[in-house]
């Protein structure tokens, strides 16, 4: 065995042995000590074999980073500086350099490196500020130590001197990073690393903490910071040995297998995930007070605000530094209803707490708790509050503070709760207050497609009503029942009647929670043109006020489920279903109809004719006019296509002679060029001329990057209309979805109703998403010999639900073949050929 095999197999070995300890005792400072170690007489060895010849002096190896920290975790990558005196020697070296660093890489070790001198190294890099925030952690390995002895006093003097430039950069790349997890810890798969409150933040708390020496206040390492410390590394550990590389996801597959590993007392991945948010938690608070502290130091523009909104102060609470205190917190013993307006004040003000507030509270968190227990009419204070226009952080700081829980001991159910499922971003209570901040954000917008929706939330009379029933429409879901909306209004019912909220405003609240799902499941689930839909959601709204409620929640609702949630094409869809049941409610009708001259209608009545009567119930006269002018064509060409875009994305109008799997078809081209459908319909008239059209979204901007691939798309669907190309063969190019981790895998799930329509039968499908999924299922329809009038498509994430309108022979299907056809529909969903 040669020496470097020999080094390399005792390295493997010593990296293992570490591994079985840490999974016997876990304790991740020793494992990651101890990968330093090891790497330290790697490096060192390393050195001695091809630096050391020829570089007796003016190089040295330091380590910076995790590793000049000592905290090499089991798959990081390992941070070294190669200081050298000059340019000269880096230059004549460069061979020997490269030679080392590769002998690195061959050991396994993912090495990233710099080169500099030490006049490098003291200089500020606007442009690589990470490259100075690193040397904060330097620590010299091997090499000349003279040279070193160079650079320590120098960069002393530069972190002396530039503290506050290096600070205020920190902050902002720590701003940054917090949003783009859009500034909260409560992702139900967090990154540990990167997002707030993890292992980055912890690194940032420990940088300013060494820049304090220089003039920044002391953010002192505290018993509970210190748990927090050792649960994140403890818990990174574990996922790069899991997954064998840098993994930094907590997603669902870990989150049931880890609770054992870490040697917590919480063995349900429930619980143990809301102490993975309490750690976090702390650590993102400890963080921002100390980001506060550095940039309220930094800018004259931010001190000049924060001076004008000490105006605030009054009688109860003071204004300093952009916070809130309380100006005599001892008043909590004798009226404890003081903290509620200091919550109330956060709302109206948007200002946090300082921390002195939130030190204040939990000292007297004994007399709030005895008080707060018993119910009492507090819903004109609890009212105020949730009509403020900041009610989103007032509820924020009344959660950090526990007060929350105290008053609705029923959002306890809720708090830092997973529930798995690859649409939602967030913890069912960061959903809930991100609900209702998405109402703040609504009454501020200046957007076009936001307009109606602001005017809508502008007609209401009572938006705290509205923003109650978002607080508790999913506390249901704490109980893991079934149903968690009828749960929600129980729960709802006890906290109102407790605090003395008015019956008119309950029921209006009852009402809110029990159908907050109505709107969004008719929107992907149901044809908003069929009459049989708006009867059925106006009886459940029952007024018009209602429904405005209703709308607003539902938007809300969706908006907050993710950052992308509500599309365009969603908005729209809400509008259409509000819309729609408005006029349903009304009873106004829309009863207008195309004008113009006797040899135009003439042609109108041959192309209508078979046509089904929603087809003019559901058609603009300008969309009639382009399907009259693409049936005018038709008569010259075997097939026609027209691609138009649309709000939320573009429509496919095609006209063809009615042919087997003429629709799925066209399903299947659109989807080999990686479109996303979101609604299709498809006609027929007495002559056989089939109208499809087709909703879809272009989620690559291919479309419109690229103008000629609109041409492409176009020739090809006419060529698959004219069935001169195998549509199965175009589906191989699509790229393939990332398949679901194994406890998102989706079953096929198909429902028959014969009683959502008056002339069709409603086929509701649920599978997993694929490519080429609506073409096998509109494959399969077709050889069972069903005429499909219309079809409705969403797509959650890995979650497909397709909804079909068909009939057979001009009626609804007869029971006795839904079984045959369930199993063929099925067999689709899973991609097997069925005859």
Known sequence: MTTAAKRHSERVLALETIRQQFERNGDAAAALSGRTAVVDSEVKELFSAHLAPAFPKGLAVLAVGGFGRRELFPHSDVDVCLLVENERIAAQGRSRISSFLQSLWDGKLRVSHSVRTVAECCEIHNQNIELNISLLDRRFLVGDEA?????????????????????????????????????????????????????????????????????????????????????????????HYRARRDDNILNFDAQEELPEQTHSPQREPESWMREYYRHVRFVYGVALRAMDTVESKNSSLLTGFQNWRSRLSNADFTVARGRVYFKAPHAMEKEPE?????????????????VDAERRIQEHFPYLERYFGMPRPLWPVVADLLAQPHAGLGLRAAQDCAILGLIFPEWKLIECYVVRDYYHRYTVDEHTIVAIECLQALARSTEPEHRRFAALLA????????????????????????????????LATSAM????????????????????????????????????????LAGKVGTIEALKYLTLLTYADIAAVNPTALSPWRMEQLWRVYTATYRELTRELQTDRIAGT??????????????????????????????????ARRRHDEAVIDI???????????????????????????????????????????????????????????????????DRLKLTLERV?????????????????IVPAKRGRIAP???????????????????????????????????????????????????????????????????????????????????????
């Open 644 to 710: 138009g875009k649309t709000k939320g994305g573009y429509v496919v109008t095609a006209l063809a002679k009615d042919r087997l799997n003429l629709f799925a078809s066209v399903a299947g081209a659109l989807a080999s060029f990686g479109m996303n459908i979101l609604k299709a319909e498809a006609f027929a008239n007495q002559q056989g001329i089939v109208l499809d059209t087709f909703v879809f979204e272009d989620p690559s901007h291919t479309l419109d990057l690229n103008p000629t691939e609109v």
């Open 721 to 737: 209309l004219l069935g001169r190309v195998a549509v199965h063969e175009l589906l191989l190019c699509r790229p393939q979805r």
């Open 459 to 490: 007609e209401i009379e009572e938006p705290a009503v509205l923003r109650l029933a978002l607080l508790f429409h999913d506390v249901g879901k704490g109980l893991h029942t079934a149903n968690h909306s009828e749960q929600s209004v129980l």
């Open 147 to 239: 040279l070193y002895a160079l650079l320590d006093p120098r960069l002393a003097n530069l972190f002396d001197s530039q503290r506050m430039l290096l600070a205020r950069h920190l902050c902002r790349l720590a701003r940054l990073r917090h949003g783009s997890f859009q500034d909260t810890i409560y992702h139900l798969e967090p990154n540990i690393k990167e997002s707030p409150g993890g292992l980055r933040d912890l690194h940032l708390i420990g940088w300013l903490t060494k820049l304090e020496a220089c003039g920044i206040s002391r953010f002192r390492s505290s018993t509970e910071l210190e748990r927090a410390r050792n649960f994140v590394f403890a818990l990174r550990c574990i996922l």
């Open 497 to 536: 009647e407790r605090i003395g909220v008015p019956q008119k405003h309950q029921r209006l609240v009852n009402l809110l929670i029990c159908q907050h799902l109505s709107l969004s499941a008719a929107m992907i689930s149901r044809d908003l043109d069929d009459p049989v839909t708006t009867r059925m």
């Open 749 to 835: 799930g198909v429902a028959f109703d014969n009683e959502a329509s008056d002339t069709a039968t409603l086929i509701e499908i649920t599978a997993e998403d694929r490519p080429g999924l609506l073409y096998d299922i509109a494959a399969a329809l077709s050889r069972a010999g069903c005429n499909i009038e219309v079809v409705l498509v969403s797509t959650q994430v890995h979650r497909a639900i397709d909804v079909f309108y068909v009939s057979a022979d001009g009626k609804k299907l007869d029971q006795t073949a839904m079984p045959s056809l369930r199993e063929s529909l099925e067999a689709a969903c899973r991609g097997e050929m069925r005859g």
């Open 338 to 354: 003081l903290v509620l307006r200091l919550f109330h004040f956060v709302a109206r003000h948007g200002i946090r707490l300082s």
């Open 598 to 631: 006797e040899k135009e209608a003439d042609e109108r009545d041959i192309f209508l004719k078979g046509l089904p009567a929603r087809y003019l119930r559901t058609r603009t006269g300008e969309e009639i006019r382009l399907h009259l002018e693409l049936a």
